[in-house]
């Protein structure tokens, strides 16, 4: 009986190091493929709508 709580709190462990690791991977995955550049957006956008619409900033 002991040993299966102390199997439950290692799987446990495992989900949420699991669940933290594709996290920083999606973060990680974000912050290299999202332009830095405003204007580089701004041309993005451009290129799919009209001027007029891209000109938030």
Same mark, same amino acid.
């Given at each position: ?13 495992? /989900?949420?190091?699991?669940?933290? /690791? ?36």
């Amino acid at each position: 009986m002991v040993s299966s709580c102390f199997h439950r709190d290692s799987v446990k462990g495992r /989900i949420v190091a699991g669940r933290f /690791i594709v996290a920083l991977a999606v973060l990680a995955g974000a912050l290299m493929l999202a332009p830095e550049d405003p204007g580089a957006q701004a041309s993005i956008c451009q290129r799919h709508h009209s001027p007029a619409a891209c000109q938030v900033w």
